[in-house]
């Protein structure tokens, strides 16, 4: 499936597709802050204004993930643009850490950690309908 549209970021590339379906291509050695956040879902919001986007993440490397970010994840108010969010990592242990976050920080939509792409794919669009 051709993007509908892709922003490509010193630290990430968004891919976003008609059906409403966003690939966050995250770089390596990044921490995701609220500046971060705030600048993803200003520029979705901006290309297709009250749509629900059902976002896959996933990490060339390692990544963190700020305690103001995962705060953030867990209000309606931010996360009013997203339908659901899945995220993809070969890394046990980076999958390990997200769950233990996850469970600290319960996020407001619902959110999936896995390990292979294809799985992560099938969930969010079981999720679009």
Known sequence: MQAEETIVKKFYTL?????????????DNITIDETFALEVKTALENFRPGCKYFMLAEAEGFYMASK???VLM???????????????????SLNSLHRVFNQMDVPAIPLKIFEKRELALQWLRAHMV
């Open 68 to 70: 103001a970010f995962r």
């Open 15 to 27: 891919s976003v597709y008609s059906d409403g379906l966003v690939d966050l291509h995250l770089k």
């Open 74 to 92: 867990t209000t309606q108010k931010f996360t009013s643009f997203l339908g659901a969010l899945a995220i993809y990592s070969k890394s046990d």
